[in-house]
């Protein structure tokens, strides 16, 4: 499985991106995905994530209200939309899929992990 985010850039704090996952060499159709974010002397942590229908999201407390994760099993991707950004939010954001399917998304683990983007929110 690859994993390939894009979408990031330089944006003033108000301002909005939208992020893009392609995952590469087998469908995400069955499978939950899940967005990741890690700022500079920080750890991982949790942003997103998604069920395999669409039906069902989550969000850190952080980002509720201001990041909506979607997704096109047709074209294999993932997205996260991201407004009000704040510079806080300033980190490489990274997507994620579990190596099983079939998990109710609170119990999905993440184990594949493709190469990020940077995102940098300026005030």
Do not use: H
């Not at 509720?64 to 939309?81: E, I, P």
């Amino acid at each position: 499985v690859q994993l390939q985010a894009s979408g990031g850039g330089l944006v003033q704090a108000g301002g909005s991106l939208k992020l893009s996952c392609e995952v590469s060499f087998r469908s995400i159709s069955n499978y939950n995905m899940g967005w990741f974010r890690q700022a500079p002397g920080k750890e991982r942590e949790f942003v997103a994530s998604i069920n395999w229908s669409g039906s069902t999201t989550s969000y850190a407390d952080s980002v509720k209200g201001r990041f909506t994760v979607s997704r096109d099993n047709a074209r294999n991707m993932v997205y996260l939309q991201m407004n009000s950004l704040k510079p806080e939010d300033t980190a490489v954001y990274y997507c994620s899929a579990p190596i099983y399917s079939g998990s109710l998304l609170r119990d999905t683990r993440f184990d594949y992990w493709g190469q990020g983007t940077q995102v940098t929110v300026s005030s």
